[in-house]
């Protein structure tokens, strides 16, 4: 209802019984003796199973979005000196912030403490107050933002899909154009299936597909530009990027830094949901461990795709190197390998979309049950067999409220086919508070960092600088979402 979704960042409710944690995430684990005890974690959930690899698949998943093959393009704006320095910065603060955050799952002691299930639940159990509630709606705004972004994305590669072969039999002058929309509905029917998926710790194998789509389309990218460069028909390249009064003019030239900035910074933002993909591992070894682990694999594998992906694209088109490698078609041919390229994407976007979806169905779905633990149409579960796929668990109140969060979700795509931009906006105000301000805070409280010494005043210089680059960021956000909608034509098909 409208009452219940005005009431979900307002105060906590108080903790949840261990039989209704239980009971939430797994309602027939409730059972008496040893066997019972043998398949929960010392918090009395279903034992957890998540592992480095899972970890490492559910990063590299959340993190390499199609974004890499644009950033040819970020470097145009930057240069080849300012533009690989920030890709190696933001990397560096990306990774070092993530093992702040990840110290921080349990509380007070990062090995022995108490369990915090989400992003909310760790900044209440350091901060309190109503930096909860700022945190709640900078993580799942974001979140929200982020589903809505990806059905537009997935839209814009599967039209690619047919004009490829549209351009491959008509020539590369033809008109090739289709309409958005009926992709964007299949794309959001194929996600109401999926998001019929319990919780976050069943999708380890969506994770690990779309993990591998990623590897396979930045891949197909990286080798057609090297293709091109190696022709030696190659764009003019220069160590500042784009030239004002050939490229750009001076104002353009500011703006689109500003974004470039923006893109690479947010392109390597996961910790909206680290804490969320921390709490599906194993306890044995330490889950803090293992998630510095799986971050550093994560940041440092979409590092050397990020940097051969700009690096090599920028090497190939120069200045004019269009938004995106694949869907802009900076190249034509060989057109089954484009072709397969953004089926990958699409593919990878699929299980994307639910890595990012699955925390916020977890917060709603947690604070019903909290709200009404009493009705059967919110906690009762039905197990449904499925022709070759088993037992299946199915709650009335997951099936009508996830579906109808797709439904509005696509709806809101079609109608606004330039979110993107917006989203770009929601990124830029997401970054700073969900990967800076707050891992910072709670380390410095769990840690105890004495006041105006050398760590703390360093930290808080980190977290000052980058507020400075999300405050530029948001700006350049701001000016493309406006340029977009002066230029949208609704009753034509996006290209």
């Known amino acids: 209802s409208c009452h219940l979704l005005s009431s979900l960042f307002m105060s906590p409710s108080p903790p ?24 929960v974690d010392d918090d009395g959930r279903e034992k957890r199973t998540g592992t480095f690899l899972t970890a490492s698949a559910h990063i590299i998943t959340a993190v390499i979005g199609s974004g890499v093959l644009s950033l040819a393009w970020a470097l145009a704006q930057l240069g080849w000196v300012a533009g690989t320095m ?9 990774y070092y912030t993530s093992t702040l955050l990840a110290d921080c799952y349990r509380a007070p002691d990062p090995i022995t403490g ?24 900078a993580q799942y705004g974001n979140l929200v933002g982020v589903s809505i972004g990806y059905t537009i994305t997935a839209s814009i590669s599967l039209v690619a899909i047919g004009k490829a072969n549209c351009f491959h039999g008509k020539g590369h002058g033809a008109k090739c154009t289709a309409s ?41 990218g990286i080798g057609l530009a090297i293709a091109k460069v190696a022709s030696g028909k190659v764009g003019k390249t220069t160590l500042t990027g784009t030239v004002i009064g050939v490229d750009v003019s001076a104002s353009d030239k500011v703006w689109k ?7 690479i910074a947010f392109s390597y933002a996961y910790t909206t949901i680290l804490i969320e993909i921390q709490d599906t591992l194993r306890s044995s070894p330490p889950e803090n461990k293992v998630m510095k682990k799986a971050s550093l694999i994560g940041v440092s594998t979409t590092t050397v795709f990020y940097l051969l992906c700009g690096c090599i694209g920028y090497a190939a088109f120069g200045n004019i190197a269009p938004g995106d490698f694949l869907t802009d078609f900076g190249f034509y041919e060989p057109f089954w390998l484009v072709i397969f390229a953004n089926v990958c994407i699409a593919v990878h976007l699929v299980g994307a979309y639910q890595v990012y979806v699955q925390p916020f169905f977890q917060f709603v779905e947690s604070k019903c049950n909290k709200k009404w633990p009493e009705s059967n149409f919110i906690n009762k579960e039905y197990s449904l067999k499925i022709p070759l796929l088993g037992k299946f668990r199915v709650n009335h109140f997951r099936l009508v409220w996830r579906t109808n969060y797709v439904i509005l979700t696509t709806f809101i795509a079609m109608i606004f086919p330039f979110f993107n931009s917006i989203l770009g906006l929601l990124g830029a105000l997401a970054f700073w508070p969900l990967t800076v301000y707050f891992p910072v805070a709670m380390h410095i409280a769990q840690t105890k960092v004495k006041k105006y010494s050398g760590r703390w005043l360093a930290l808080h210089l980190l977290v000052l600088v980058c507020l400075i680059v999300s405050a530029l960021a948001a700006v350049g956000s701001i000016v493309g979402l406006i340029n977009n909608v002066k230029k949208y034509k609704p009753f034509e098909s996006i290209d």
Request: aromatic share 12%.
């Open 16 to 39: 949840p019984t261990m039989k209704s944690l239980d009971t939430l995430h797994n309602p027939s684990a409730v059972e008496s003796g040893n066997a019972a005890v043998k398949n």
């Open 86 to 94: 920030i890709l190696v910065i933001f990397a560096i603060i990306t």
């Open 114 to 137: 108490t369990r915090n299930y989400t992003y909310m639940g760790v900044v209440r159990a350091y901060l309190g107050g109503k930096k909860v509630q700022l945190c709640g709606l």
């Open 180 to 220: 958005n929309y009926p992709y964007m509905g299949a794309f959001g029917g194929l996600q109401i299936l999926l998001s019929q998926i319990p919780n976050f710790h069943k999708l380890s194998f969506l994770s690990i597909i779309a993990a591998v789509m990623s590897f396979s389309y930045a891949s197909i």
């Open 257 to 263: 830094a500003f974004q470039a900035v923006g893109d």
